[in-house]
């Protein structure tokens, strides 16, 4: 009989983790924005794409940006780092299969995971606006170049869009904890279907940021890139897309842990 295979199990460093999240964040909002870009802007060939394209191009972008980060647990989301860590568990409970240990949910840890994925946003819409350099150099109203980084309201009223985007990431973080904590099998699959899902249901009040980084980092390139013609970056309407998905994302971990 041969001797079983002795698995060791990696203590991921925190460089490890930021590096992880980083570029699956970053992959996320290259994607997720890339699409939103070419239904909206001129001259695309997916021009007038529509809110369905739009829904299945961003659940397509988590479905990428979580096989990315697949190392940190791929939270790509303060909502859902912060919802695991209000849910009483590990950030990441780890991958025996592929040798990588729990993370737990310390304070480190957690703004590890949210500094990195405000910085893989950032990166992401960057590389997002080089692809599409020519269209956003075509005429077109300033609020629809904002658009192709940032949410915004279908009608503005900052109290109800707070309301909004705390239950769309109160379903999202639920969810994501009743699926499981490893993005392994169905796991990525389940998650992009469930953004698809919250995007065709309760998106369109908002535009579904559920996602703080999704929203500011992108916003913030917005405002420092040299985009022609690009007019404000709405920055008085900025955080409802970054404290509602913090509620939503800590209601969600917090009744997730007493149902799981």
């Known amino acids: ?28 909002t290259l994607l997720g924005c890339g699409v939103v870009a070419n239904a ?20 397509l972008a988590v479905f990428a940006g979580v096989y ?17 860590w209000a849910s009483g568990g590990d950030l990441f409970g780890g991958n025996e299969d592929l040798g ?17 994925e405000m910085v893989g946003a950032f990166l992401g819409a960057v590389i997002m606006y080089l ?19 940032s949410t915004g309201p279908a009608i503005r009223s900052y109290s109800w869009n707070f309301i909004t985007e705390v239950i769309g ?9 009743l699926f499981g904590p490893s993005p392994s099998g169905l796991g990525p699959l389940a998650v992009a279907l469930l953004v698809v899902g919250i995007g065709l249901s309760l998106g369109g009040p908002t535009g579904y940021a559920i996602n703080p ?21 709405d920055w008085g309407y900025s955080w409802v897309p970054v404290a509602g998905p913090a509620v939503g994302g800590i209601l969600g971990g917090l009744l997730g842990a007493a149902v799981v």
């Not at 909206?40 to 659940?59: C, H």
């Not at 599409?132 to 980084?149: I, M, N, R, S, W």
């Not at 990431?169 to 904890?177: A, K, P, Q, R």
Request: charged content about 15%; overall charge neutral.
């Open 40 to 59: 909206i802007l001129p001259k695309n060939k997916g021009f007038n794409g529509g809110w369905i394209v739009i829904t299945w191009g961003w659940g």
């Open 1 to 28: 009989m041969s001797p079983e295979r002795e698995c060791t199990v990696e203590e991921l460093s925190a460089l490890d983790i930021f590096w992880s999240e980083v570029m699956g964040t970053g992959m996320l």
């Open 169 to 177: 990431t109160f379903v999202l973080v639920f969810v994501i904890l």
């Open 100 to 116: 990588i240990a729990a993370i737990p949910a310390t304070i480190g840890n957690v703004m590890i995971y949210i500094g990195a």
């Open 68 to 84: 990315v980060a697949y190392k940190s647990g791929a939270h790509l989301n303060p909502a859902v780092t912060l919802g695991l």
């Open 213 to 233: 980084a999704r929203d500011l980092g992108p916003r913030i390139a917005h405002a420092v890139l040299p985009i022609r013609g690009k007019g404000s970056s």
């Open 131 to 149: 692809a599409y350099k020519q269209h956003f150099d075509e005429d077109a109203d300033p609020g629809t170049k904002l658009a192709v980084f």
